[in-house]
């Protein structure tokens, strides 16, 4: 359905939803000193009610240590030390954990580098109230993306579009990672099942919660390509999201021929 304004929803509609909470934003890192303060200070400054988890893979560049100073001055700053670099995907349902064990009532994703726009963070608080997830989209009308090359745009909508039609799925923008879950939304998801990384993890969720027949809003959004230091983007990542999407969508298939469809599929 498209509202008019570049909102796209799916799923079940028109149904009350309870008052969203305190929200979380989750900052996956490794690597992103030159970024970590200036992200998080953004993001308070946008949403100042808003706490902010830094989820750091024991950076060698010091992140971790920076994020622990950004703690001593702000105490709606918190960071979460892993012990390794173990991806994207580890990364966010190590956050999603932290939060709903400390009762947060929505969870954020958000890159580290400063594509993701933090004043953009109340138009997705706004889209939750009466949503159970929201995706912010670069690919509905009035999302955009700046700087990047038309190889990278090729790409990104390429994929959203094979995981779109590979899995049956209403949703233009499947592999973002500017996201606003609603804490029942996760609980509800089987995050424990959940083994996907990178652009797989954003598509994994995206289906789970379409699958379980969650209300979820795709909201325009600017993506900008980040200036300082190195995307973690590589093959394998593109690799794994490509063999996954397409075991989900055969299972599906094959489940929907034998009468055993619904559940989605754990590769």
């Known amino acids: 359905m498209n509202d008019g304004d570049g ?4 799923g079940a509609q028109g149904r009350k939803f309870g008052p969203l909470g305190t929200a979380l934003v989750i900052i996956p890192t490794y690597n992103e000193a030159e970024n970590i303060k200036s992200i998080v200070g953004r993001v308070r400054e946008a949403v100042p009610e808003a706490h902010v988890l830094v989820a750091d893979d024991n950076s060698p560049d010091g992140t971790g240590k920076l994020a622990d100073e950004l703690t001593v ?9 892993r012990k390794g670099k173990e991806g994207l995907g580890a990364a966010y349902l190590a956050g999603f954990r932290w939060g709903l064990e400390r009762d947060y009532g929505v969870l954020i994703e958000m890159d580290a580098d400063g594509s993701h726009q933090p004043e953009e963070l109340p138009r997705l608080l706004t889209a939750l109230k009466s949503a159970d997830l929201v995706l912010g989209s670069r690919w509905v009308p009035g999302g955009r993306v700046v700087n990047w090359p038309k190889s990278r745009e090729v790409i990104s909508r390429g994929g959203s579009l094979y995981s779109r039609l590979a899995l049956d799925l209403p949703l233009r923008d499947i592999t973002g990672g500017y996201r606003a879950f609603r804490r029942e939304t996760l609980e ?4 424990e099942e959940v083994a996907s990384q990178g652009y797989c993890f954003q598509v994994d969720l995206a289906r789970r919660s ?18 300082l230091g190195d995307s973690k983007m590589s093959r394998d990542i593109l690799v794994e999201a490509l063999w996954r ?23």
Do not use: M, N, Q, S
């Open 245 to 267: 999407v397409t075991a989900w969508g055969v299972g599906e298939r094959v489940g929907k021929v034998t009468g055993r469809g619904g559940k989605p599929a754990k590769p």
């Open 7 to 10: 909102t796209l929803a799916a």
């Open 188 to 191: 509800g998801l089987g995050l």
């Open 210 to 227: 379409v699958k379980a027949g969650y209300h979820v809003v795709e909201v325009p959004i600017t993506f900008v390509e980040r200036e």
């Open 73 to 81: 001055e702000d105490d709606h700053v918190h960071v979460l030390h």
